[in-house]
Every structure is written in C-alpha cells, then in structure tokens.
C-alpha cells in the first residue's frame, strides 16, 4: 500500500500531448516606460502648459504616436513636428488627400487645408477677425501654397500676405459657398473693393510667384486694378 501511494505521487504529468489552446500562458505585463508614456499622453493637454520637454529625444516620437490626432492647435502647432502625428491629423478630417501637392510634408497638408477651409467659411459677420488673425498666426510657418475655391468678398487680402509671410503660390476665386437657392449674379466675381486689396497686397510681396485667379469675372476695371499691382511686383512670374 505504501509502495502504491509513493508510485502515484511520483507518477509525471505529461503534457507533450495538448494543443497551445490547453496550455496556460502568462501575461507579461508592458514595459514600466510604455505604461508612463501612457499616462503622460491621457493627461498631456489637461497641463497648465503641454510641453515635450523632460521626455528623453529617443522616446518622443513613440509619446507622440500615443497622443489624439485632435489636438488643440494651440497645443499642437509649434510643438509636433511629427509627420506621423499630421497624417493621422489629417486623415481623420480629409480621409482623401494627397501629401504630393503640399510638398510632401502631412503638416503643411494640414496647415493649408486648415486654413483653405477657415476662409471659405469665413464671414465677417459671424466670425470675429480676431480669430482669422489667430488661425493665421498658428499656420503662418507651415504655408507655402493656398487654393481658394470660394472666397468671400470684404476679407481683407493684405492682412492674408501679411500673416502668411511665406506664401508663394496662391490660386483665388471669389464666391460665396453652398449658397443654394439665394444665388445672385454680385455673390461671385472679385468686387473692385477686393482688387484694390490684392493690388495692394502685390506690391508688397516678396514671396508670391505664382496667382491664379480662375473664374473672377474680371471686368476692366478689376484687370486695370491688378495691373497696377502687378506692375509694382517683382516676384510674380506666373
């Protein structure tokens, strides 16, 4: 009985026969940076001021790839350079976008379509020019080109050279978006108020080179206004 009772004790469990389904696995917890670099990036915007500064060069980009691609510009805009960080950015606005016309840099993508989008949306009378100022001054070093397809009348052109000191190409066309049924023929064209504006904007550049202005229903006098503005630049080669 004794021999047995030692024979079943020292009997080997053998378990070359179960399926990794079988088999108990022990769950290795992540690396204790990992888990502060988590930490960090939930409560990074609720700091008085967000900063990338302690946090060792090698393990940036890996923090910043934890951060919402949502950000407040205020947060985001001088602080990520990124360009993981602008495409995911930028994608979760534009699913459909192409980085090849902004330079191949996500970031300028973002700045110009951003800013592209403020200004066709933009009315005076319901958006203060404060913020516009604000906006521009977020994007102004990351704005080398500007598409406008809509762009309202009365915004002021010189105080947009003048916030975006690096802008060399510049396509415009004046008109009021989605206006449905409130169509009339003053909502498109560039009024001559505008084309005194953007005249005088030409004759202080020193950045454009190249101005499109498809679609402006440009009459004599707007063409002689531009003219004028034209004649005093020295940039504008296209």
């Given at each position: 009985d004794h021999r047995a009772t030692f024979e079943a004790h020292t009997t080997r469990f053998d378990a070359s026969e179960l399926s990794t389904n079988h088999c108990l696995r022990a769950k290795t917890p992540p690396p204790l940076i990992d888990l502060c670099l988590r930490l960090l990036a939930t409560s990074f915007t609720q700091a008085p001021r967000p900063s990338?500064?302690?946090?060792?060069?090698?393990?940036?980009?890996?923090?910043?790839?934890?951060?919402?691609p949502d950000l407040p510009l205020d947060v985001s805009a001088h602080l990520i350079a990124?360009?993981?960080?602008?495409?995911?950015?930028?994608?979760?606005?534009?699913p459909i976008c192409d980085v090849s016309d902004h330079g191949s840099s996500w970031k300028r993508l973002f700045f110009e379509k951003t800013v592209?989008?403020?200004?066709?949306?933009?009315?005076?009378?319901?958006t203060e020019m404060a913020e516009l100022a604000r906006i521009l001054s977020l994007a102004k070093d990351y704005i080398f080109?500007?598409?406008?397809?809509h762009f309202p009348a009365?915004?002021?052109?010189e105080l947009l050279f003048q916030k975006i000191p690096m802008l060399a190409n510049l396509e415009m066309t004046y008109g009021v978006k989605?206006?449905?049924?409130?169509y009339t023929r003053e909502l498109f064209g560039m009024p001559p108020a505008d084309a005194v504006s953007l005249s005088r904007a030409l004759r202080v550049t020193?950045?454009?080179?190249?101005?499109?202005?498809?679609?402006?229903?440009?009459d004599d006098t707007t063409?002689?206004?531009?003219?004028?503005?034209?004649?005093?630049n020295s940039t504008v080669t296209s």
């Open positions: 990338l500064r302690g946090i060792p060069p090698r393990l940036v980009d890996k923090f910043v790839e934890l951060l919402p990124n360009e993981s960080y602008w495409q995911r950015a930028a994608k979760a606005i534009w592209a989008d403020f200004l066709e949306s933009f009315d005076p009378a319901k080109s500007l598409r406008l397809r009365h915004v002021d052109v989605n206006v449905g049924l409130e020193e950045t454009l080179t190249i101005l499109a202005l498809p679609c402006n229903v440009l063409t002689r206004l531009l003219a004028d503005g034209l004649h005093d």
